[in-house]
C-alpha cells in the first residue's frame, strides 16, 4: 500500500491497526483494526480514512482534537507471516461457510468445498460439536423458510471471536 489508505479495510493488506494520539492530554490509544470497523458499522460510521481521521475522539478527556495513524505491522517477522496466513485461512474458510449458508435453502450446498471449510476450521475450535451442527443443518435444511446454517455460521464466529481468533468485521 502506497500512501494513506482509502478505508480501513486497506490497512487489512499491511496487517495494520489506528492510533489516536490526543494533543492535548498527550493520551495514546491503539485500535484493533477489527473492532474499529465492526464498532463503526454497527453506529452507522463511515470507514472512509479521511472520516475516520476526523471523527476519532480521545479515550481519556473525549477531545477531538486528535491524530489518527495507520500502524503498519512488520512483514518480516516469521511468526507475524504465520499469524496472518492461519488467519487469512480461516477467514477464507468463514467467506466458503458465509456464501453456503445463504445459498443453503436453495440447494444443496454439501460439497467438497463446504467440507473442505470446515476441516479448516476445526483446529481453532474447541469441539467439534458446531461444525457438526452446521453440516447436519445443511444437508437438512434444503426447501425450509428460514435457513437454519445461518444460526450456525453466526455460532461458530461467536466461539472464534470468543477464541480471540482474528476474525473479520464482514462475519461479526
Known amino acids: 500500500m502506497v500512501g494513506l489508505p482509502k478505508t480501513l479495510q ?3 493488506r499491511v496487517e495494520g491497526a489506528v492510533r489516536v494520539t490526543c494533543r ?3 493520551a495514546v490509544k491503539q485500535h484493533d483494526l477489527e473492532e474499529l ?3 463503526r458499522r454497527s453506529r452507522r460510521l ?3 480514512w479521511e472520516a475516520v481521521r476526523h471523527t476519532m475522539m480521545c479515550h481519556e478527556c473525549g477531545g477531538k482534537d486528535t491524530r489518527v495513524n495507520g500502524v503498519p505491522f512488520s512483514q518480516s517477522d516469521p511468526e507475524r507471516r504465520a ?3 492461519r488467519a487469512l485461512l480461516m477467514n477464507l474458510a468463514l467467506a466458503v461457510l458465509d456464501d453456503a449458508s445463504r445459498r443453503a435453502r ?3 450446498v454439501c460439497v467438497p468445498a463446504t467440507r473442505l471449510a470446515l476441516r479448516v476450521l476445526r483446529p481453532y475450535l474447541p469441539d467439534r460439536e458446531l461444525l457438526v451442527t452446521f453440516w447436519t443443518e445443511a444437508a437438512t435444511g434444503r426447501g425450509k423458510p428460514y435457513a437454519p446454517t445461518l444460526q450456525a455460521m453466526r455460532w461458530i464466529v461467536t ?3 470468543d477464541a480471540g481468533h482474528p476474525v473479520w468485521a464482514e462475519f461479526r
Open 10 to 12: 486497506d490497512l487489512r
Open 24 to 26: 492535548a492530554c498527550k
Open 37 to 39: 470497523i465492526l464498532d
Open 46 to 48: 463511515s470507514t472512509e
Open 83 to 85: 499469524i496472518r496466513s
Open 106 to 108: 436453495d440447494e444443496d
Open 159 to 161: 466461539k472464534l471471536v
